[in-house]
């Protein structure tokens, strides 16, 4: 049972900050990709930011140079750090891990969501 938990959540002002985790629990060999996406009412899920286990990141041209995802291995948490947040970045925000249960099997798994609001 491997199961990811999103939290950092919340109500902010335009131009503050907020700080997104994820943690995978379970049986879990290693994680692979991690990742979060974002859902606004009516709109198309897409892609935020994205980081592979050697480190190497993606961001969505919307975010790049405002948000910044980690990862703490040890801990198999991703973070997102989202500053000079807009009311466009409001949505529910959901962490998804390409785990890797066995060896040679992974699977994804994806977040239950937790919802950013940002206020002008």
């Known amino acids: 049972q491997v199961q990811l938990v999103e939290s950092g959540g919340g109500l902010v002002q335009a131009g503050g900050s907020l700080r997104l985790s994820c943690a995978a629990s379970?049986?879990?060999?290693?994680?692979?990709?991690m990742g979060w996406y974002r859902q606004a009412p009516g709109k198309q899920r897409e892609l935020v930011a994205s980081?592979?286990?050697?480190?190497?990141?993606r961001y969505a041209d919307s975010v790049k140079d405002r948000f910044t995802i980690s990862r703490d291995n040890a801990k198999n948490t991703v973070y997102l750090q989202m500053n000079s947040l807009n009311p466009e970045d409001t949505a529910v925000y959901y962490c998804?891990?390409?785990?890797?249960?066995?060896?040679?099997?992974?699977?994804?798994?994806w977040g239950q969501g937790t919802q950013v609001t940002v206020s002008s």
């Open positions: 980081i592979t286990s050697g480190g190497s990141t």
């Open positions: 998804n891990a390409e785990i890797l249960i066995h060896y040679s099997r992974s699977r994804d798994y």
């Open positions: 379970g049986s879990i060999f290693g994680i692979n990709v």
